[in-house]
């Protein structure tokens, strides 16, 4: 398929990577590897030597899908988790699909868990208010609400091709014309949020992102980032201020930030064990500084 490379952005990958890379077979693929120490890079090496390996430091998953990208040269490239790998034909039904839509920037397939179960992926550009339908449960009240579910597509349909807000970034076809257009992904997003950011500033920018269920793919999710889950929480959190403090302002974006916080108190009075210190971790970081000063505080 000359019209498509793919991009792997690798971080401990192992041992899902393999499978990754396997469901890559035929196209001219990029790893771009942050420092792994499970052997990650070893393994890419011996095992899929046609593949290009670019080690670099970890400046976040947006540099490295930057890198990766820039890295290729065909009009599409398709990005994939390392804990991820595509079923059957998808990068070719995803190509196929791009084709027939020139302001298609970002096609998204329908995600599987490793059972064959649905995946929900479909999102919506976070506001105070639809954090708010996270952070306080108010989206277990009517899920399938637009209302009170917007943020985690309430009521989408993930059997339909449909123009969406944006999707999951655990795989995705982007092109290449869109990418330069629209600019690269943000490096100041670590981690979460740089495929909203990226979403948010094509779709100003006239382009369109597109849910395509036609092509799929097997996520098992935070397979690598697991272990670190109470640091990379408060970067989720993180990433949802950094957006709304570029796309909203900083007042909107400190509304958030006390919608937050509330919800986070009261994740650490209902949970218990590790998801409780996860929360109330997160809470002390979001209590201790407005919006824009913890944009800058120590990961």
């Known amino acids: 398929m000359p019209d498509v490379d ?3 952005v690798t971080y401990n990958g192992l041992p899902h990577v393999e ?7 035929g196209l001219e693929t990029v790893v771009v590897d942050h420092g792994s120490t499970d052997g990650t890079v070893d393994v890419v090496r011996e095992r899929f030597p046609a593949v290009t390996l670019v ?17 290729t040269s065909a009009p599409y490239v398709l990005v994939l988790n390392s804990d991820a790998w595509l ?3 998808a990068a070719e039904r995803l190509v196929r699909f791009a084709e027939g839509i020139p302001r298609a920037a970002w096609v998204a397939p329908r995600l599987l868990n490793p059972d ?7 999102r919506g550009f976070p506001t105070p208010w639809r954090l708010a339908t996270e952070y ?9 609400s637009r209302l009170l579910n917007a943020f985690y597509g309430g009521g989408f349909r993930h059997d339909e091709i449909r123009e969406v807000e944006f999707a999951k970034a655990a795989a995705f076809l982007i092109r290449r014309e869109a990418f330069d257009e629209v600019g690269p992904f943000d490096e100041e997003f670590f981690l979460f949020s740089e495929e909203t950011d990226w979403s948010y500033r094509a779709r100003k920018a006239g382009w369109r992102t597109l849910f395509f269920p036609e092509a799929e793919a097997v996520h098992v999710g935070g397979a690598s980032w697991r272990r670190e889950s ?6 989720q959190v993180r990433g949802h201020l950094r957006f709304l403090v570029k796309h909203r302002g900083a007042r909107t974006a400190e509304r958030a930030r006390r919608v937050m916080l509330a919800g986070l108190r009261v994740r650490s009075l209902v949970f218990r064990g590790d998801r409780r210190a996860v929360y109330r971790d997160a809470a002390e970081w979001v209590a201790g500084a407005p919006a824009t ?7």
Request: aromatic share 6%.
């Open 6 to 8: 793919a991009v792997i």
């Open 55 to 71: 080690e670099q430091e970890n400046r976040g998953l947006a540099a490295g899908w930057n890198t990766g990208i820039r890295q």
């Open 293 to 299: 000063s913890l944009l800058e505080s120590t990961r």
């Open 19 to 25: 499978r990754a890379l396997e469901s890559l077979a």
């Open 116 to 122: 064959g179960s649905l995946q929900p992926s479909v």
């Open 87 to 89: 079923v059957s034909d």
């Open 136 to 144: 306080l449960f108010l989206r277990k009240l009517a899920p399938r």
């Open 230 to 235: 109470a640091a990379l929480f408060r970067e």
